[in-house]
């Protein structure tokens, strides 16, 4: 017997139908812990058009899509999923055939990249997934918080890459392997501030100097 699965369409008719509101008239929309849990991140989420904070956590979610018609989009809360990588957050490729009636060099599809969530995105809560590279991230300029405990980066070089983001104040990486190693040798916190100096909070703890 295979087990129930929802989608995103699934979850906010089930949500209106409870509430008796318009789910794309919301500015923050609750999809958490449903059930069944929510597999597929399907077109329907482009319809929350005035979503600012859209909770997801605690689903089975795989992969992150369609964020493209999010465009007051500045808190995702992602946690507890199964997501192994961040590729969503800032492309999506649209395809769109030519027409069927020239060569096949020109018969290609035309790839359209947009990068959804980049102008907007301010928090991204994604803890206990299983994302091990960070690509992707370092172009959401306007992160300030992150919460990514309890993934599977293993090394500097991808920790390295949130530098590239100029707002990030508040970072929580706990029990991801890349911590867990250093922490146990007493150089984590020391060898993480080294690489992200303008950090105010890292793991719950204040990295100003008194």
């Given at each position: 017997?295979?087990?129930?699965?929802?989608?995103?369409?699934?979850?906010?008719?089930?949500w209106?139908?409870?509430?008796?509101?318009?789910?794309?008239?919301?500015?923050?929309?609750?999809?958490?812990?449903?059930?069944?849990?929510?597999?597929?991140?399907?077109?329907s989420?482009?319809?929350?058009?005035?979503?600012?904070?859209?909770?997801l956590?605690?689903?089975?979610?795989?992969k992150?899509?369609?964020?493209?018609?999010?465009?007051?989009?500045?808190?995702?809360?992602?946690?507890?999923?199964?997501?192994k990588?961040?590729?969503?957050?800032?492309?999506?490729s649209?395809?769109?055939?030519?027409a069927?009636?020239?060569?096949?060099?020109?018969?290609?599809l035309?790839?359209v990249?947009?990068?959804?969530?980049?102008?907007?995105?301010?928090?991204?809560?994604?803890?206990?997934?299983?994302?091990?590279k960070?690509?992707?991230?370092?172009?959401?300029?306007k992160?300030?918080v992150?919460?990514?405990?309890?993934?599977?980066v293993?090394?500097?070089?991808?920790?390295s890459?949130?530098a590239d983001?100029?707002s990030?104040s508040?970072?929580?990486?706990?029990?991801?392997?890349?911590?867990?190693?250093?922490?146990?040798?007493g150089?984590?916190?020391?060898?993480?501030?080294?690489r992200l100096?303008?950090?105010?909070k890292?793991?719950?703890?204040?990295t100003?100097?008194?």
């Amino acid at each position: 017997m295979s087990c129930l699965q929802a989608t995103i369409k699934d979850a906010l008719a089930k949500w209106e139908q409870s509430s008796g509101e318009k789910a794309c008239d919301q500015t923050h929309v609750v999809l958490y812990g449903q059930n069944p849990p929510i597999e597929r991140m399907d077109a329907s989420i482009a319809t929350l058009v005035n979503c600012e904070q859209l909770s997801l956590s605690t689903n089975r979610i795989k992969k992150i899509t369609n964020l493209h018609g999010l465009k007051n989009l500045r808190i995702l809360s992602l946690g507890r999923n199964c997501i192994k990588d961040l590729s969503g957050l800032v492309c999506v490729s649209l395809y769109t055939p030519l027409a069927p009636r020239v060569s096949i060099e020109l018969a290609c599809l035309l790839c359209v990249t947009q990068e959804p969530v980049r102008d907007t995105l301010e928090e991204l809560w994604i803890s206990y997934n299983s994302i091990e590279k960070m690509d992707g991230i370092q172009n959401l300029k306007k992160m300030t918080v992150l919460y990514m405990s309890n993934n599977q980066v293993k090394d500097w070089g991808e920790f390295s890459k949130l530098a590239d983001l100029p707002s990030l104040s508040i970072l929580v990486f706990q029990g991801n392997p890349l911590q867990v190693k250093h922490a146990a040798d007493g150089t984590w916190r020391e060898e993480a501030i080294k690489r992200l100096p303008n950090l105010n909070k890292l793991d719950g703890y204040s990295t100003l100097k008194k």
